[in-house]
Structures are given as structure tokens and as C-alpha cells.
């Protein structure tokens, strides 16, 4: 649960080497991706997590953006993330080649499971983490009375 103001920071890890594609969903249903991304140099080279590694998302030695939620990001917002075992780039639509933080087309976004498991040759992992943004104060998870 966070509030306006707060900043969300997420650490992600891969068992094996993989190519990175995250898109994070806001409250209104719009979908963009934020990994790989315009601000990134090479793509596919910034877009690979080696094995074992810890990253976090963002980061800010090399991600110019944050996760800060507002008034306006009330409600549910999600992070989806798809982990492959080789760079899918030569196998994506247009709208998934890493230009990054623009709405992407409805018919895409709701097909993003279906299209990086479509891609051949390689082992996918998804990973979904949902955020529940509300202006509720802080509860102890219990009381004594």
C-alpha cells in the first residue's frame, strides 16, 4: 500500500541471463513500457540482466524516471514484466522496440502475454507486481486494548 508522494523501487533477479521488457499500467487502464526504454543507449545491451545479479527498477545510475505516485494514481496500478532467454527485438510489433514511456496501442498491451511467448527459441518468465495507491493513514496490523 503507498500514498501520494511515495516512490516505488522494485529489485528484480534472473536464475539465468535474460532480456528485460517491462511495462508498467496505471490507474486508467494505459500501458507503457519502461524497459528497454529511449533513454537508453543500446537497447538490447540495457534491456540484459545477468544471472543472479540484482537490479532495480528504476535505477537511478542509468534511469531518469521514478515511480512516484500522486493524487492522480489512486487505485490499482501494475508492473509486468517479461524476462527472455535471448533478445526478442527481431521478433516484436513496432511498439515494442524500446522507445519507451509512450501509451502503447490497446491491441498490444492486451496482448502482451501472447506476443513475448510467441517469440521462438526461447524460455519466458512473467512477473506481475500490483500496487494499491490510496490516501488512507497508516494502521497498526493490530492493537492492543
Same mark, same amino acid.
Given at each position: 500500500y503507498y500514498r501520494p508522494g511515495e516512490a516505488l523501487t522494485v529489485f528484480l533477479r534472473s536464475e539465468r541471463d535474460a532480456w528485460l521488457s517491462?511495462?508498467?499500467?496505471?490507474?486508467?487502464?494505459?500501458?507503457?513500457?519502461?524497459?528497454?526504454?529511449?533513454?537508453?543507449?543500446?537497447?538490447?545491451?540495457?534491456?540484459r540482466i545477468a544471472a543472479n545479479v540484482l537490479r532495480s $527498477?528504476? #535505477?537511478p545510475r542509468? @534511469?531518469?524516471f521514478e515511480f512516484r505516485f500522486t493524487v492522480n494514481t489512486l487505485g490499482e496500478e =501494475?508492473?509486468?514484466?517479461?524476462?527472455?532467454t535471448a533478445d526478442p527485438m527481431?521478433?516484436?510489433?513496432?511498439?515494442?522496440k524500446g522507445d519507451g514511456f509512450a501509451p502503447l496501442p490497446a491491441d498490444i498491451a492486451a496482448r $502482451?502475454? #501472447?506476443?513475448?511467448? @510467441?517469440?521462438?527459441?526461447?524460455?519466458v518468465a512473467e512477473a506481475r507486481l500490483t500496487v494499491t =495507491?490510496?490516501?488512507?493513514?497508516?494502521?497498526?496490523?493490530?492493537q492492543e486494548n
Open positions: 517491462c511495462f508498467y499500467i496505471d490507474v486508467n487502464g494505459t500501458a507503457m513500457q519502461v524497459v528497454p526504454n529511449s533513454f537508453q543507449g543500446d537497447k538490447s545491451a540495457e534491456s $527498477l528504476p #535505477d542509468r @534511469d531518469p =501494475v508492473l509486468r514484466c517479461f524476462a527472455l527481431a521478433h516484436l510489433p513496432a511498439a515494442l $502482451l502475454t #501472447d506476443i513475448f511467448h @510467441d517469440v521462438p527459441g526461447v524460455l =495507491v490510496g490516501n488512507e493513514p497508516a494502521t497498526p496490523a493490530s
